[in-house]
Every structure is written in C-alpha cells, then in structure tokens.
C-alpha cells in the first residue's frame, strides 16, 4: 500500500508568479484535502476534493485554486503569489468511509515566496 | 486555529505522564482528532473520538467530554522520541472531512 506523495519537496517563487503543486493520494483513498502550514501554526483548511469536485473550503481567496484527477490525485494552484504564502503545503488523503482512521498526510511541499 | 485552544508549548520528564489538553467549539461538532507531528514532517493519525471517554492505544490514551467541549491527549512513559508537536483537531462533519480544523498545536519537549 503506497502512501501520499507530493512534489515537488521544495520550491522558491518570485511574487506575482503562478505555482502548481502535486499530489498523489494513497491507494484506496478517494478525497484528497490541502493544508496551509505556516511556521509554528498549525495547519489551515484551504479545499477538499471529493470524486474530482471541490467538497469544502476554507477562508482562502479564490487565487488557490485545485483539481481532482479520475485516478484521485491533485493539484493545487495558486496564482499571483504573495509573500504570505511562504509556508508548508500538505495534502492530505482519506476515504469517505474510513473517518475512524484519519488522514493520511504527504510530506508536504515548502514554498518559499520571495 | 479556528475555535480550538491548546498550549504552545509543554516540557516533560522522560518515563514521566504528561497530560496535554484542547478545548473546543461544541456546536456542529461530530468527533476529534489527535495528530503527532515532528519538526519539519507531516502530522501523522493518532486517535479519534467520537464518544465520551477514555481511549487507549499502548502508551497513548484520549479522553473526550462533548458537553465540556474538552479533550486530553495522555502520554505515558515518556520517550525521547515522543518530542513533538501534537495537533488537536475538530470534525464538524457526521460523514467525510470538510473542513477539519486543527488546533495551533502542542510543542512537547521530553527532558533527560
């Protein structure tokens, strides 16, 4: 059984620039969810994937964008970037019927917007 | 994080018990999560708690009380490697995940 995979591990953007992220959920999983990281905070809500439509969003403009994939993967894109931005982005994958057993978080992707 | 509170930071004795505590928003709540998560890694599952009451998994054990909207984390025969953040953090759904909310997150330091 694979885990969730995200690439790529780091990245650094100029601001005002456009940044895609990918995710690959674990294997029987079917939602995929992204998470914000800032330094010493926990992670923020920004959308959910479920069957390749977006299921629930957090409080983030609509310059994050994302995709679901037939095979559960995902994308998350965010435009015009901002030095706010810099953080950890994780994804996270589950099942719709497994609640009991959490997510499965990849290693996230550092971004760093300079 | 959104309507949930925990402390910053804890220190603890190895081979001691340490307690740590989250409370919560209890209106839309359906069940709570505990996440551990080492510096520069990603959260990894621990527990969750839909019901009332005290759950064990070995050294690790979460107590939930919805009326109080509260819940402890307990860790017992603290390791070395048990030095990490530890996330609390609230479903508000009854089925799937939108918006789970975690909490800023525990920094647990075990001390020789």
């Known amino acids: 059984e694979t885990g969730v995979t995200q690439s790529p591990t780091h990245l650094i953007k100029t601001r005002g620039q456009q940044v895609t992220l990918r995710c690959s959920s674990q294997s029987g999983h079917n939602t995929v969810s992204w998470y914000q990281q800032a330094l010493g905070q926990g992670p923020q809500f920004i959308f959910q994937?479920?069957?390749?439509?977006?299921?629930g969003r957090g409080n983030f403009p609509p310059r994050f964008s994302g995709l679901q994939f037939p095979n559960y993967s995902s994308e998350l894109n965010v435009n015009a970037l901002e030095l706010d931005d810099s953080a950890l982005y994780l994804c996270?994958?589950?099942?719709?019927?497994?609640?009991?057993?959490?997510?499965?978080f990849g290693s996230g992707t550092r971004l760093t917007v300079v | 994080g959104q309507n949930i509170d925990q402390p910053t930071e804890m220190t603890a004795t190895e081979g001691a018990i340490v307690q740590i505590n989250c409370t919560y928003q209890t209106s839309g709540f359906n069940g709570l999560f505990w996440y551990q998560q080492h510096a520069g890694e990603a959260p990894t599952f621990l527990s969750y708690n839909v019901l009332d009451g005290l759950e064990e998994k070995g050294r690790f054990s979460s107590f939930l009380s919805r009326s109080k909207g509260y819940s402890y984390l307990l860790l017992k025969e603290l390791q070395m490697k048990d030095s990490a953040s530890y996330l609390c953090?609230?479903?508000?759904?009854?089925?799937?995940?939108?918006?789970?909310?975690f909490g800023i997150g525990t920094k647990l330091q075990v001390i020789p």
């Open positions: 996270a994958s589950s099942s719709s019927t497994g609640v009991a057993y959490g997510y499965t």
């Open positions: 953090a609230r479903n508000p759904n009854s089925g799937g995940y939108q918006k789970v909310t």
């Open positions: 994937y479920y069957r390749e439509e977006e299921n």
